[in-house]
């Protein structure tokens, strides 16, 4: 009914968005408007990924279901993957579904286990054990090319799966870095981290000192200048380890960068 | 990776399995991983549809959400359909994807709003408000032909969506009827709902005491006879609206009988 056409698989120079949004973004319903309005408008092919950790951590607190962060990440026991699967898989995702096909965009819900898109292995234990957590090992693009071609829309939750039946807690920067990397043999990728700051900033509360362009000379000069720290590292690791793997460039900044109507956004190349 | 190929699409006679799994099934861990097993077993292709009710109630419950139900039908206002979403869309979707995987069935979860597979409309209020609950309007055949075509296994919950942004709670035995109408244009279907009972039952404590076979007449001498009443009169309400919308046959019983191991279900045909 709306599938679309697009020109046949495997053309060289096909453009693909992947588009990751923030946690800020999709836990306020407006902004989450936005940014679906945003999404829905780029030309296909697309994808979109999201997570959903502030959410995830309200509904364990209503469940009684402590929340354990080490730097940042999720210690994830079996009440806490059910938890995430729940709110990624279940709330966030289908009505992230539901907003797109209302605004004409043909996007099926997925998590790493539908169609074996995104296998993981369980993080091994070393100083801490993170439980339930997935290492990304392999992506599969070519099913994934295959919905594209049909004029599907995935939108990805940060959940992946070990091929055994175990559903598995992944980073969302990571999932689409992957997804990035995994598609960028049949695609020309531009990956987009979309959050609430316009892109990397050389003062943090200024959204106009937006470094616009950063290629790997201006990466090691910035973090020589500790202008790239705290959460923005993991972040700037993950594009430049997209970049290296084939990603044709990653943009970062909020959502109207997507159709550039707003040119203050970072640009990553190598 | 794991997809497989089927014979080209629209060929007359292609066989396909539609199988609704029971509440009671799902709800028992060792239960539900048999019949994973049956099904995963079956050859392609085939889909499944699930609902949830008693893990929904469960959830509601320790969020302190009041769980209302008229003639066995839930009262889903906003708290409600996003709890449904959670555990339909979220909790048990996802670990039936994951547990198909497992045994290298290529599933894809669904809610109706995935791919716009079911259109449905909020019911309109009559004598009782069921609120964000959905009748079915339409199912996108060509979509989930395309999907079964390339291998994939689509996994449905008992969700489906207006096409305006809204979810919709949707009986599953419904949604199973009308999956199995609409693909009955291009696959001759078998229609299959699993359950904790062995059929349609002469004495319903007795599994022995099956009817293996049903028609037209033959129903409307069991209803007569008042051994149709309860729970199964809507399930064979489906059945025979099923049966009038073209498709081949349905199935009432145990998951054995998705291999015919055991002759002890239901065949209802026209």
């Not at 949004?21 to 990924?49: M, R, S, T």
């Not at 709330?91 to 539901?98: D, H, P, R």
């Not at 995104?118 to 234990?125: A, E, F, G, Q, Y």
Request: proline share 3%; charged share 20%; glycine share 10%.
């Amino acid at each position: 009914m709306k599938t679309k056409s697009v020109p046949p698989s495997g053309a060289r120079g096909l453009k693909l968005n992947i588009v990751k949004v923030g946690g800020n973004i999709i836990e306020k319903e407006e902004d989450l408007q936005n940014f679906l309005d945003a999404f829905a408008a780029l030309p296909e092919p697309k994808i979109l990924v999201h997570g959903g950790g502030k959410l995830a951590s309200q509904l364990a607190e209503r469940l009684n279901i402590p929340v354990n962060m080490v730097n940042g990440r999720r210690i994830t026991d079996a009440e806490t993957v059910e938890v995430i699967t729940m709110v990624y898989g279940g709330k966030v995702n289908k009505s992230i579904v539901a907003g797109l096909q209302a605004r004409d965009c043909n996007a099926i819900g997925f998590s790493g286990a539908d169609g074996n898109a995104i296998l993981s292995v369980k993080r091994p234990v070393k100083d801490i054990d993170f439980g339930f957590v997935g290492d990304v090992v392999a992506v599969d693009a070519a099913m994934i090319h295959n919905l594209l071609s049909i004029g599907i829309t995935p939108a990805f939750c940060a959940i992946t799966h070990d091929g055994k039946g175990q559903l598995l807690n992944t980073n969302a920067d990571t999932i689409a870095c992957e997804l990035a990397i995994g598609l960028s043999e049949k695609y020309e990728v531009t990956l987009n981290y979309c959050f609430e700051k316009a892109g990397v900033l050389l003062d943090i509360n200024n959204d106009n000192s937006v470094v616009k362009d950063i290629n790997s000379d201006k990466y090691a000069e910035l973090l020589n200048e500790k202008i790239i720290a705290d959460g923005m590292l993991p972040k700037m690791e993950n594009c430049f380890y997209a970049l290296k793997g084939g990603v044709h460039k990653v943009h970062l900044g909020k959502p109207e960068m997507l159709h550039h109507t707003n040119a203050n956004f970072t640009t990553l190349r190598l």
